[in-house]
């Protein structure tokens, strides 16, 4: 059976793009050396996803969000705060290792984060990538916003999403709708290549006033979700490639996270 060391290796291998010396997948509780039989995954290591993992007999947990609140490595503001205290006592009480795969797995092709978002809207056919490769322009059948609109919520609601937000004419022409990747949502440079639709993230980089305002006023539709809804699909296959890579593992796929709802 490998060490969690050995799993932590294997994806900064595959993904040449990481800066090993820079980035945040690191260990954030326990020993990187110890063995593992069995496998938690999931979007955010919340507490209840956790506590799950230890009923489970997990030894690792690999998650795609920081576990302490803090993007930056090695996140240790909170460690010691409310919610921190009662989650440090846990990891130190039971030895779970937890592994975050953040910067490897947002553009690892095909099932990373950026390629499954756009799978699991249906949308197939990329035809121009912004500058940084965090956006992506896809071309579809010409339809309403209102009814893009209403296929992306068809979509995202089995995930636990029970609505989409929506800026711009209801009965306006989309074909090439825009997706970025979490935190970085589509931008003007992708308008200016041709997108009539952005579809990005409530926490992302979109103010109201200077951003998705002003693509309205530009010409774009804009359509947002909640951050993890959009990497639901992509930490989905992120389990299925631990369990493919490492058969004799047992690998399970936790999303105890707590989904926002509407009340309308």
Known sequence: MPSAKEIHEHFLA??????PDETVDTFKAGDPLREVKTVAVGWMSTIYDLRKAV???????ITHEPTFWEHAAPEQRFRQAPGGIEKTR???????????CHDAWDKWPGIGIRDAWAGGLGLTRAVDVSGDGWSTIYAMQETTLREFAAHVLSRVRPVGQDSVQVMGDPGMKISRPCLGVGCYSPGMEMIEKGADCLVGVFDGSW?????RERFVECG?????VEHGCSEHWG???????????W??????????????????
């Open 55 to 61: 009923e489970l007999g997990c030894e690792l947990f």
């Open 207 to 211: 103010y109201y006033w200077e951003q």
């Open 235 to 245: 930490m989905k296959n992120c389990a299925d490639y631990v369990a493919g890579t």
């Open 220 to 224: 774009a539709a804009v359509i947002t």
């Open 247 to 264: 058969p004799g593992l047992t690998v399970h796929y936790l999303d105890l996270y707590p989904r926002p709802w509407t009340l309308k």
């Open 14 to 19: 595959g993904a040449p793009w990481v800066d």
């Open 90 to 100: 846990l990891l130190e009480e039971t030895g779970l290792v937890v592994l975050r």
